[in-house]
């Protein structure tokens, strides 16, 4: 699958100058100490590549699940950068024309200093329009994320409804079924109402936390994206159906 469109949400980080963690969006900035720290996709990427470079030898995909057609797969790696040891999880999915993850990367120094990234990504072949047809259209595939305060993982239902491709300009979106994987309670459903899609098949809600959104392949087969609520940050997928 070659890849024209990435999508990201925040990114949450954790140092030892904001402990507490602090979500920073790409292309903007947190200010610490007066001064703001910026992130960039570029920079995630060349970040999350290097460890990848590191962890090639001393890594792991499991397939986990089938979610609707989509295999959820987990990735982990470990090892050492000389006094730094990292540790890499990304959680997430492949469909025909895209894939999406949560990734969480950690390292810590030798010492007490440790730091984290958080991020949700999806990535395809973008459809570059609206979607089209008639009728109700509906798209349905898994949704995942990582707790920004605990680690733990949480993975869900993701359905998408336009009412009536032919004359809706708009996407209703709903996770549910959410579950923390880690201890096994559920999370409360999360849900966007008519979030607006633009004429290039990208949508995007800052309502009720943030989503961020994209239609992917030849009649709108897919559609993917990133979301930043309730505490978590993570990133979803589906087919149409």
């Known amino acids: 699958m070659d890849a024209d469109s990435l ?11 904001i402990p507490g963690g602090a979500d920073v969006s790409s292309g903007g900035g947190v200010m610490i100490d007066g001064n703001t720290i910026e992130i960039t996709l570029a920079e995630i990427r060349m970040g999350v590549e290097n460890q990848f470079d590191l962890t090639r030898f001393n890594s792991r995909y499991t397939p986990v ?10 990735y982990r790696a470990a090892g050492r950068n000389g006094s730094d040891v990292f540790e890499y999880l990304s959680y997430g999915g492949w469909l ?16 007490d200093d440790e730091s984290s990234l958080i991020v949700g990504i ?14 109700v259209a509906n798209w349905n595939g898994p949704a995942v994320g990582v707790h920004k305060d605990s680690g733990d993982v949480i993975q869900g239902h993701a359905g998408m409804t336009i009412l009536n491709v032919a004359t809706e300009s708009s996407v209703d979106i709903n996770f549910i079924n959410l579950r923390n994987l880690s201890n096994g309670d559920s999370i409360d459903n999360m849900g966007w109402i008519n979030v607006p899609i633009g004429m290039d098949g990208t949508f995007s809600s800052t309502t009720s936390g943030d989503i961020d959104g994209v239609f992917y392949g030849m009649g709108h087969t897919e559609v993917g994206g990133t979301f930043n609520r309730d505490g978590i940050i993570g990133a979803f997928g589906g087919t149409r159906e």
Do not use: C, Q
């Open 96 to 111: 025909t024309e895209s894939a999406f993850s949560v990734d969480m990367l950690t390292i810590n120094d030798g010492s």
């Open 65 to 74: 699940m089938d979610h609707r057609g989509v295999t959820l797969t987990e």
């Open 122 to 135: 999806s990535y395809g072949e973008e459809s570059g329009s609206k979607p089209t047809g008639t009728g």
């Open 7 to 17: 999508v990201a949400s925040d990114a949450h980080v954790v140092t030892s100058l």
